[in-house]
């Protein structure tokens, strides 16, 4: 069980909005940044938002993040077939002094 | 360009003990803290390890604490993680990633596999 909690799979059509979500405590999310990797089919993970709603360079405005509470969303606009990809939050949890990852999204772009 | 190349993956059986590196290029590499992060195959991310970039902290998931032991040489920018006493659950692609403090883990390895099987 992943200490972040996030759905195992999500879908949509091309052009649609996905939202994908990943809820923790106050002991992770609630006190600290969260983070998003993108992780392509056999390809490492690749930073695709950073402090809650940063974009790295190179990433499209497409995507979003936002963070309330102990709950975070990424939002993926104007889905693309090549977005198809597993999605990881993760962030610093205080009590475990450990990094977290979420169990994983995988988007599928019918 | 940043570059982070980890070797040192194999076939063993449980019990054995293996150790990992991580060679880096591309950036100052003592500025940085590290990390081991490993995958399971199917399987979703599991943090595993990180050290700060001076190599005086160090810290480790529950699942790994007290059998593997990270390390740095930033005379030779590499980073190391020290697998022992292995375990069937320890089979996972391991990858070396690079933690920029405002911006998280920005750079990834392709990893390395590490097959614990008897």
């Known amino acids: 069980q992943s200490v972040l909690t996030q759905p195992p799979s999500a879908s949509g059509t091309p052009g649609q909005r996905v939202i994908i979500s990943c809820s923790g405590s106050s002991s992770n999310i609630g006190r600290n940044y969260l983070y998003w990797y993108q992780q392509l089919p056999g390809t490492a993970p690749k930073l695709l938002i950073y402090r809650n709603n940063q974009r790295p360079s190179g990433v499209p405005d497409r995507f979003s993040g936002s963070k309330s509470g102990t709950s975070t969303s990424l939002v993926i606009s104007e889905l693309r077939s090549e977005d198809e990809a597993d999605y990881y939050c993760?962030?610093?949890?205080?009590?475990?002094?450990?990094?977290?990852f979420g169990g994983g999204t995988k988007l599928a772009v019918l | 360009e940043v570059q982070l190349v980890e070797s040192g993956g194999g076939v063993l059986q449980p019990g054995g003990s293996l150790r990992l590196s991580c060679a880096a290029s591309g950036f100052t590499f003592g500025d940085y803290a590290m990390h081991w992060v490993r995958q399971a195959p199917g399987k979703g991310l599991e943090w595993v390890s990180f050290?700060?970039?001076?190599?005086?902290?160090?810290y480790y998931a529950d699942s790994v604490k007290g059998r593997f032991t990270v390390s740095r040489d930033n005379s030779k920018n590499s980073l190391y993680l020290q697998m022992n006493s292995l375990r069937l659950e320890d089979t996972a692609l391991y990858y070396c990633t690079k933690e920029t403090q405002t911006t998280g883990f920005d750079h990834w390895g392709q990893g390395t596999l590490v097959s614990v099987s008897s």
């Open positions: 050290i700060t970039g001076d190599g005086r902290d160090t």
């Open positions: 993760s962030t610093w949890d205080d009590s475990l002094t450990a990094w977290v």
